[in-house]
């Protein structure tokens, strides 16, 4: 257990998917302008990763495998199976949310394509590969991972929200600014990549 | 739009309209400073210039061929399928690119990692196949991926320079200058001119590629303002 809560913080905080890895900056940079829809985003990155990384999980070890079902090496499938399998959960996590709950879908609705192409779906689902998670691990990481997403789009929303009343030069406006903030983000995140979790246990 | 423009015309002509969708992606419509698009593997294989040309060959070969395919089949595809259609088409593609560079150079293979993978998620070719191919004929098409392709590849190289270059003292793994004898300028020898020279070992990090991105996009909008964000 302690283990898989270590998993968890690693991947939120030492290893952010947004901050230390750069991942899923395309909806990343576009999304953030307020905190109201950046937060839809990023919770709807929370819950495709959770999903997503413990099927792929199961692809990549049943399938895929040279243990798997077919005995032999097939790893060169690995891509198409899982943007495949990525692009249908996404599909079908859309279909559920509209049936049962059609205010969330309301708020979410127009994010939830957005992240079939969001890379850090499927970098969570190819890092998990190279370091070769097991099942409880890789859900573990699909929602550290997810929940360390979601803080950072939170975090430079709000602040791109502030800093709209700032006096920036004109041609730094809007974008430039927002890769900035990123830029001076991952630096402050960088400052936590020395944490010791075993210190903890 | 211009490019509902080009659509009417049909032959496999070389003009005006088609020399833009080459041109034009290099500047005023270039997909990473001004689309957005493209960015994850921007920051993450641009600590040097050889990486950097391997992944534009790639991107270039991923966007042309996509759009291609798309676009001849555009009118074959069922609208609400689309999205797996168009993912099933890039992947394969991608999975020739990574199994042919794993063949002939394995030592980029290697650093790029699951980069070469992400070129699926990299947002240059699903925009583009949405935002043209699916509503353009297959040459032109094909035209416009690889003016975005050659777009996002000037870019990363113009990244990589800078980075490379204070980062490591290196051109394309070339030494140019830095701390031993094996370097072209050695700033560590006797009575060097370049004594005072330090290595600026923040650009080796992802987030210098954030400040040098955000100075390109700075020294873009003051040439061309009518690029600025009004909002």
Same mark, same amino acid.
């Given at each position: 257990?302690? +283990?898989?809560?270590?998993?968890f913080i690693k991947s939120a905080f030492i290893e952010n998917l947004a901050l230390s890895y750069f991942l899923g900056m395309c909806s990343y940079l576009a999304v953030s302008k307020t905190v109201k829809t950046a937060f839809g985003l990023g919770l709807a990155v929370?819950?495709?990763?959770?999903?997503?990384?413990?099927?792929n999980w199961a692809i990549n070890t049943y399938l895929l495998g040279e243990g798997g079902m077919f005995g032999t090496d097939l790893t060169f499938l690995r891509l198409i199976l899982f943007i495949a399998v990525i692009a249908s959960m996404v599909q079908l996590v859309e279909m559920v949310v +509209?049936?049962?709950?059609?205010?969330?879908?309301?708020?979410l609705g127009i994010f939830l394509p957005l992240i079939t192409v969001n890379c850090a779906i499927l970098g969570g689902s190819l890092f998990m590969v190279s370091k070769e998670y097991g099942f409880a691990e890789s859900v573990s990481f699909g929602l550290g991972g997810g929940f360390g997403?979601?803080?950072a789009i939170i975090a430079i929303a709000a602040i791109r929200e502030k800093i709209r009343y700032s006096d920036v030069p004109a041609p730094l406006r809007g974008l430039g600014m927002a890769f900035l903030l990123t830029g001076l983000m991952g630096l402050a995140f960088m400052s936590l990549m020395g944490i010791d979790l075993a210190a903890f246990n | 739009m211009a490019e509902a423009a080009v659509a009417k015309k049909q032959g496999m002509t070389f003009g005006k309209n088609e020399k833009k969708l080459l041109v034009d992606p290099l500047s005023t419509n270039n997909p990473i400073t001004v689309q957005v698009?493209?960015?994850?593997?921007?920051?993450?294989v641009t600590t040097g210039m050889k990486n950097s040309l391997v992944m534009a060959i790639a991107v270039v070969f991923v966007t042309m061929f996509s759009s291609l395919i798309t676009s001849a089949l555009r009118n074959a595809i069922p609208k609400q399928v689309r999205m797996i259609v168009q993912l099933v088409i890039i992947a394969t593609l991608v999975t020739i690119v990574e199994l042919t560079l794993k063949a002939v150079s394995y030592d980029s293979y290697k650093q790029l990692s699951v980069f070469i993978g992400l070129i699926i998620t990299n947002c240059i070719v699903m925009g583009r196949l949405e935002a043209f191919a699916m509503g353009n004929d297959p040459y032109r098409s094909a035209l416009d991926g690889i003016g975005n392709g050659l777009g996002y590849g000037v870019i990363l190289m113009a990244i990589a320079f800078v980075r490379e270059l204070f980062g490591k003292g290196e051109f394309f793994g070339l030494k140019i200058i830095g701390a031993s004898p094996e370097y072209w300028v050695d700033t560590a020898a006797e009575g060097s001119w370049m004594g005072w020279y330090?290595?600026?070992?923040?650009?080796?990090?992802?987030?210098?590629?954030?400040?040098v991105i955000a100075?390109?996009?700075?020294?873009?909008?003051?040439?061309?303002?009518?690029?600025?964000?009004?909002?």
């Open positions: 257990m302690g +283990e898989l809560i270590n998993i929370i819950f495709v990763l959770a999903i997503t990384m413990p099927i +509209e049936k049962y709950s059609p205010s969330l879908y309301n708020s997403w979601f803080l | 698009l493209g960015i994850c593997s921007a920051l993450a330090q290595p600026n070992n923040l650009m080796i990090l992802f987030p210098a590629a954030m400040f100075v390109m996009i700075w020294i873009h909008r003051a040439w061309k303002p009518q690029l600025v964000d009004v909002s």
